[in-house]
């Protein structure tokens, strides 16, 4: 089973930018989903975007839609999330998850409960 591993949150102004990364280690990264969910204190967990296999589909949740990027990088066992023009209400606790990738739904992308595998999260505080 794959060991995840998130660095990058911090404590950031509205409106500036925080790149966060999933450093994947002990299973074949290339074959995995990878995804991002959030979670604020008091609220449950939320997903933000998903990356297949290959990088070939991308998903966004629409509170994210064109502010954060999803990326992965296979030779570096890396998932990348570049967000931009952070707001207040993304403060939260950022996990990445894994999944094995092959013949996914798009449902299958979405749902926490469908990864097998989670880091131990990082902390974004964006303040206003």
């Avoid at 991002?36 to 997903?47: H, N, Q, S």
Wanted: net charge positive; glycine share 12%; charged share 15%.
């Amino acid at each position: 089973q794959v060991q995840l591993v998130e660095s990058g949150g911090g404590l950031v102004q509205a409106g500036g930018s925080l790149r966060l990364s999933c450093a994947a280690s002990g299973g074949s990264f290339s074959t995995y989903a990878m995804g991002w969910f959030r979670r604020a204190a008091g609220k449950e967990r939320e997903f933000v975007a998903a990356i297949s296999v290959r990088g070939t589909l991308i998903y966004y949740g629409d509170s994210v839609k064109g502010r954060f990027t999803i990326s992965r990088d296979d030779a570096k066992n890396t998932v990348l999330l570049q967000m931009n023009s952070l707001k207040p209400e993304d403060t939260a606790v950022y996990s990445c998850a894994a999944r094995y990738g092959i013949g996914l739904t798009y449902y299958q992308y979405l749902r926490a409960h469908e990864y097998n595998s989670w880091g131990q999260g990082t902390q974004v505080t964006v303040s206003s």
